[in-house]
């Protein structure tokens, strides 16, 4: 196709706008987020030939298919330096099939062992890409640089996709004492002459908000254009470009499966997918959408199961719901917030519909879909939800009943996948590398409640002692290089900060400076 155009879900902006700018803006103004006008079909043939490919010439074919404004050759060259020798299995997301027939599609090979570094191995590239194009043809005239709050995961993926990128610097901010061991080495050892990581005092909801007043404050905004011609950008998981690379691997999966001879050309597959944001399962569903014969999405939730409660009953709502805290952290989430998209494409595109119901939200703190929505949405979802003591369980079991070892998120959507599984098979999302929660892979393989102190002799050894252990005590697969060195490389960042906005402000300048 030609170019192909991005719209928004609150039908907001004046007019469409190609990739390249939807990239570099991430949110639409008036809070919507951006969908492509067209979403391309692949027939059935396209969709097999993938599998003789190398993946980065796969994603660059689907790339191409959404009609991307920047040159083809340029697209063919960003995707081999997306996914290359920065993977440690040339296979880039290899699937692993249990003895008990189900396929585990590891998105983990990545350089910070996460799922996240499947898109941020690539946005960043195209971001640089995107902001040097839009500078050439006149529409912009200024650099960026990337402010991330984290939690843990996202902050060392965004690090170390953005680092040394063209045009654009990053800044971390994550709460002092409020990642693990393994997530603050991962971060604080970080390499690159663009990028810089602060703790901050306080909990993760205190950088996060820290955060949002920075990019509120306009007179700030101001002054760091005026002085250093940057603007601050969010690159977070709402951003169409972090989607995209999303949706490449659902389409190669299946592509795979096939060559393989393990699901017959053209035969249905339901996906598992353990959920928080949306955007993982959401990519799945556009890869329905464009022609995999995917049948079932199953969204699989932890103890935040707001979203397992809305696809079983239409309603979504957090107004009396607590925030718990379990073993697979990067879903503990309630605002889910790619869920906006899903909705605006199961309305028919329908921005009305989305800006009541983002508007219910907000106010009451709850909205209800009206019944052809819901009936469209179970027609491409089932739900279940695990608790904290059944994941741990779920790691043991699958340890021991089909050797292999995996992560506290990976077993959330294993386990809701048994229980929900049909006639189809089955691909589950396996989202990190056990090695990234060795506390509670720990527990799990021990037999020790979630929550429950580890023994002082093991709570006393630092996250990488500890997967040593494990390693050496199971036949799981060993601990990735950039894990296992992190208690020999020097800390880089050190700096403990306040939550208030000047703080973070004045940490931005001196940085910049
Ligand atoms: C981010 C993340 C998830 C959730 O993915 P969403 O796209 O936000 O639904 C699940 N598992 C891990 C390990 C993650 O880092």
Known sequence: MGTNNYIDTRGKIAEPIPFT??????????????????VPTLNLEDILALAKLPYYERAARIYKAFGIDLPEEEIDELMQAAYGSNFDDEAICPITTLADGTHILELWHGPTSAFKDMALQCLPLFFSASAAHL???????????????????????????FANKQGVSIGVLYPDGGVSDIQRKQMATQAGNNVYVWAVRGNFDDCQTGAKTVFNDESFAAKLMDEHKIALSSANSINWGRLLPQVVYYISAYSELVARGQVEA???????????????????????????????????????????????????????????LTPSPSMDILVSSNL???????????????????????????FRVDAETFAKLRADFVSDSVNSAECLETIRSCYEDQNYLMDPHTAVAYEVAQRLRGENPVLVASTAHWAKFGDNVYRALKGIAPGEALPEDVAALTGCQLNERIASETKAAPVPAGLANLDTTPLRFTDVIDSSTAAIEQAVQAFLQ
């Open 135 to 161: 500078r050439e043809a006149g529409k912009l005239d200024h650099e960026f640089m990337i402010l991330v709050a984290t939690s843990g995961d996202t902050g060392k993926a965004a690090l170390e996709g």
């Open 21 to 38: 700018q939807a990239v570099v803006e991430g949110l639409a103004e008036g809070g919507g987020l951006f969908v492509p006008e067209q």
């Open 266 to 324: 053209g035969a249905p597959i339901d996906v598992c997918v353990p959920t928080g944001n949306f955007g993982n399962i959401l990519a799945a569903w556009y890869a329905k959408q464009m022609g995999t014969p995917i049948e079932r999405l199953i969204c699989a939730s932890n103890e935040n199961r707001v979203l397992t409660d809305f696809i079983n009953t239409g309603t979504y709502d957090i107004s009396d719901r607590d925030f718990v």
């Open 340 to 366: 906006e998209r899903q909705l605006f494409e199961l309305t028919g595109r329908n921005a009305e519909a989305i800006r009541t119901w983002m508007n219910d939200l907000s106010t009451t703190r709850s």
